[in-house]
C-alpha cells in the first residue's frame, strides 16, 4: 500500500481522482489538502510517499509548495496537476523534484499508470536491501554535479567509482535493472532546469530505459548504464555551456547550498578557484546583477517560502536565511518584498 496525499483546491478534482482509485482497487492510503499551506502541513506529518499536487492554489502555489515538501519530507514522489500546458511551469517543476507533469483534466489510464508505477517503485526499494549507503548517496551527487558541468572526464571516473561499490555487487540484476532506471530519472530530473528541450531529455530517458529493461545481466545493465551517460554528456555538448556559464553554475548551486550561513563573495570565489575580483566581475557578467545583491534576493525568497511556516518566529526564519540580526533581516525584506515580514506573514494568515 502506498499513501497518497491529494493537492487541490477543488474538491470535485480530489473526488474523481479517489473515484478512479476506488474502481481499480488500487491500494493507497489517502490524505486531501485544498490548499498549499495544508499541503505542507500534511506532508509533514502524514510522509506520503506520492503527493498529486496542484500548480494552482490558494495561500501557496504548488510549485513553493513543492519545494518545501521536498526538504521536509524524504522520498516523495510528486507530480503536478494543472490546466496550464505551459514550459516554464514544466521545467521549474523538474527542477525540484517533481517525476510527473499531468494536464487535467487527467485520463483515468493515465492516473492509474502513474499510481501502479509508484507502487511498484516502493516495492522495488523495499525489495532492495534496507536502503542506499551513505556512500552511494554521495557518489551520485557528485556524478550530477559534474554531469551539469559538462566535465566528462570527472564525470566518467565517479560512474567507474559508483559501478563498483561494493552495494551494488549485492544487487540481483532485477534489483540493478531498478536502481539503474531510478538512476537514469534523477540524472534527468537534474539536468533539467539547463534549458534543453524537455521532450529531448524525455526521449533520451524512455530509450535508455527500455534498453535497461531488456537487460538480463549484471554487466549488459551497467553497459547500459555507461551508455547512457555518455549520450547524456554529447546531448550537453551540443547545448554547450561556456567556461564562464559552468563557473557560474558552479557558483550559484553553492549560493543554494549555503545561503543559511554566513557566505561572503571571497567564500565562492574559493570554492571554485578563482580571484574574487575576476569572480565579482564575471559574476555581474553573466547575472547582471553583483553577487551581494543576488544572495540577497535568494535568501529573500527562501525567507518568504519559510514565513509560511506558521511554527516559525520570525527571528528563527532569519536565521535559516543567513541573518543574525532580526532587524536587518526585515530591512532588506523591506526593500525586495515592499513590506515588512511581520506584514507579509499576517496577509497570509488573513487570506486563510
Known amino acids: 500500500m502506498i499513501k497518497l496525499l491529494i493537492a487541490d483546491d477543488e474538491s470535485t478534482v480530489r473526488e474523481y481522482i479517489k473515484f478512479v482509485i476506488r474502481e481499480n482497487n488500487i491500494p493507497v492510503k489517502i490524505e486531501e489538502a485544498g490548499n498549499g499551506l495544508e499541503v505542507v502541513e500534511k506532508a509533514k506529518k502524514f510522509k506520503p510517499d506520492v503527493l498529486l499536487l496542484d500548480i494552482r492554489m490558494p495561500r501557496m502555489d504548488g510549485l513553493k509548495a513543492a519545494s518545501l515538501i521536498n526538504r521536509c519530507v524524504a522520498g516523495v514522489k510528486m507530480a503536478v496537476l494543472t490546466a496550464y500546458d505551459e514550459f516554464d511551469y514544466a521545467r521549474e517543476a523538474l527542477r525540484l523534484g517533481v517525476s510527473e507533469y499531468l494536464l487535467k483534466p487527467i485520463p483515468p489510464a493515465e492516473l492509474i499508470h502513474f499510481l501502479k508505477k509508484a ?6 526499494v523495499k525489495n532492495c536491501s534496507s536502503g542506499i549507503s551513505r556512500g552511494i548517496l554521495e557518489l551520485e551527487s557528485k556524478l550530477m554535479e559534474t554531469i551539469k558541468l559538462g566535465e566528462r572526464q570527472k564525470t566518467l571516473k565517479l560512474l567507474e567509482v559508483l559501478l563498483k561499490h561494493e552495494k551494488l555487487k549485492d544487487y540481483t540484476p532485477d534489483q540493478l535493472q531498478k536502481y539503474f532506471i531510478e538512476l537514469t530519472g534523477m540524472i534527468i530530473r537534474s539536468i533539467a532546469s539547463l534549458g534543453i528541450d524537455l521532450a529531448e531529455l524525455e526521449k533520451l530517458k524512455q530509450d535508455c530505459q527500455q534498453q535497461m529493461l531488456a537487460g538480463d545481466s549484471t554487466e549488459t545493465l551497467k553497459a547500459h548504464m555507461e551508455d547512457f551517460v555518455l549520450r547524456v554528456l554529447a546531448l550537453l555538448d551540443t547545448h554547450c555551456l561556456s567556461p564562464g556559464e559552468k563557473i557560474i553554475l558552479k557558483a550559484r548551486a553553492y549560493i543554494e547550498d549555503n545561503y543559511s550561513r554566513k557566505i561572503g563573495l571571497e567564500d565562492v570565489a574559493e570554492h571554485i578557484n578563482l580571484s574574487p575580483h575576476y569572480f565579482s566581475r564575471l559574476f555581474k557578467k553573466h547575472i547582471g546583477i553583483n553577487f551581494v545583491e543576488y544572495v540577497n534576493r535568494v ?21 535559516k536565511v543567513g541573518f543574525d540580526n532580526l532587524s536587518y533581516f526585515s530591512s532588506v525584506f523591506l526593500k525586495y518584498t515592499g513590506c515588512l515580514p511581520s506584514s507579509f506573514r499576517k496577509s497570509l494568515l488573513q487570506k486563510g
Open 119 to 124: 507502487l511498484r517503485e516502493k516495492n522495488a
Open 299 to 319: 535568501r529573500i525568497e527562501k525567507a518568504r517560502e519559510y514565513i509560511t511556516n506558521m511554527d516559525l518566529s520570525l527571528k528563527e526564519v532569519s536565521e
